[in-house]
């Protein structure tokens, strides 16, 4: 994405004669992370920065300290601190401290001269180091230690430390830290109740410089390394090296760490184009080469200070700044992914160069973010499966029923009822291939919701005879069918038992005829009251003798133990019909003609 050119800009804050001319004097209107040079320096070998009173101060081996003013430098209080070899420039209170080889002076802008501060003891000399701590003045000298400000005086403050060239200060929330060197081994101590050796595995590493950043301190050594204590200094495994992949080179000396804008900046010096500026980003955990910003090249760094939003660098060529935050989002522009729109979080969905508050597809996805129904999440086909304008691949309920994905048992077909009829983990019924798992899927499941392996059908139709309201078909529903598994469409029923004729064994209500049930025979004639006529002498009957029979008693029973109950034309029938059988087995027997005369006596 194309970013507007914006003009270098400063603030109220700080003087408009201190700033605006220097950036006028490189042209106006430069690029952003352009480095922009404070001209007037050339030639000088300039060995400390600060920011006091407003103002931009550099201190020389040479001439002593200049101060910027009106868009030209000027000496300060000129002839006091000649070939003084100022090493480092601190402001205090109402008060511009510098470290010289001969002692440590201070300056205020009210008196506009320098004066040396009282030494005491072995705090007499050469200091190179200075830090503020708890309100209270530190320097570290070449060759004895550490001294503190004390009733207008310096007085040495070792309590522990082994006397060695200090090389740096550096502090966090609750700690001073003081890195110092005495050959062949180098060292450093926290402040506690005194000093405390915390070296570790930094004993045998030459040193250089000491910085913090992020709340914890760094240490840079001679040959290019970054270090970081990484521990509360409990064992041997206490620091860290930073610079894995060598950015760094290795014939670079770190001679300067300073901590701004969310990143450590870190000077070298060194030979053959090999020193320069660069840059440690504990969010990307990565070191850069900031060598390769427009104005300033590959040259060996002394000293770094920085006001708001402007980063100045003290070169062997001069003095640079840079504008470092453009949109004021505390991220430096060289690491910032939207440099004009403040984004402190520095969110990036695609991990590509914008961050997501100026990218216009934060997925990269092809979808402009305006047109993009997840504009979040990749997703190129754009599924919607709800047309609820939020793509299937961001949204919460796919399939639109009110039942959240992660609670949805078929999250891609809407079913708000979330019917399971298996109780299985394979899916409500809704995506379920075989919904009563009973190992026929859906399609080919004549009972799809009941289970029924077998696939019984008796009347051959669509549904199975498990969930088959009308099993055999004939249009009368099995809970009225007199004959559920047979077709009856007409529901006869001869006998009236409620089992229809089509499926009852005896549909008159007479069981058939068998071994079983026949009736038994007898040879008693019928009841009367007089005996049967004898025979004459020659054989016949005598017709002069009167039969008399005796009329069974109204209402009484006949001769064969009959009732009016049992004389129905039904059991009248099934008797005679019994009676034949039996003397039809008799007449086989005998085939006499008396049985025939017996037969008709009996059938009268």
Known sequence: MFRKIKFFAVLAAFSCQFFLTPFAQAGGGNKINQWIPILGLE????????????????????DGVYVFNGGTWSLVAPDTLTNKNIKVLLPFGPTLYASTMSGLYAYTSTDNKWEIVPPTG???GETKALIVYTNNLFAGTALDGVCKLSNGKMVPHNNGITNGSIKGFATTANNLYVASYNQPNSAVYSLQDQWVDITYELKTEKISSLGSYQG?????????????????????????TMDPQNIIPDSAKI????????????????????????????TANKIYNMNILPGLTASNIYAMTASHDTLYVATENG???????SDEDTILDVFDNCVLIPNQGQKNTDKDNQGDACDNDDDNDGKIDSMDNCPLIANIKQADLDSDGQGDACDGDIDGDDVKNGADNCPMVANPDQKNTDGQNDGGDACDGDMDSDGVKNGADNCPTTPNTD?????????????DHDKDGDGALDSVDNCDMAANPQQKDS????????????????????????????????????PSPKPSPTGMVNKTEKTTTTPPPTGGSSGCGLTPQTTS???????????????LARLQRKKSHHMTKEIDHILR
């Open 216 to 240: 914890m301190p760094y240490a840079g050594t001679e040959d290019g390394q970054l270090f970081q204590a990484k521990k509360l200094f409990l064992n041997d495994d206490a620091w860290e």
């Open 255 to 282: 001679s300067v760490l300073h901590s701004f804008s969310n990143v450590l900046f870190i000077g070298t010096t060194g030979t053959n184009n090999n020193a320069g500026l660069f840059g440690y980003n504990n």
């Open 455 to 467: 696939q019984k059908n008796l009347d051959g139709d669509k549904d199975g005879d498990v969930c």
């Open 319 to 325: 003095v640079f700044a840079i504008q470092i935050d």
């Open 122 to 124: 072995m705090c007499n």
């Open 495 to 530: 006998d009236g038992d409620g089992q229809g004729d089509a499926c009852d064994e005896t549909p008159n209500g007479a069981p058939p005829p068998t071994a079983t049930n026949q009736p038994v025979a007898t040879t008693q004639p019928p009841a009367s009251t007089q």
């Open 43 to 62: 030639g000088k070998t300039i060995r400390a920065l600060a920011i006091y009173d407003l103002k931009l101060y550099a201190g020389t081996e040479e």
């Open 569 to 583: 034309p039904m059991f009248i029938q099934f008797l005679l019909s019994g009676l034949s059988v039996l003397l």
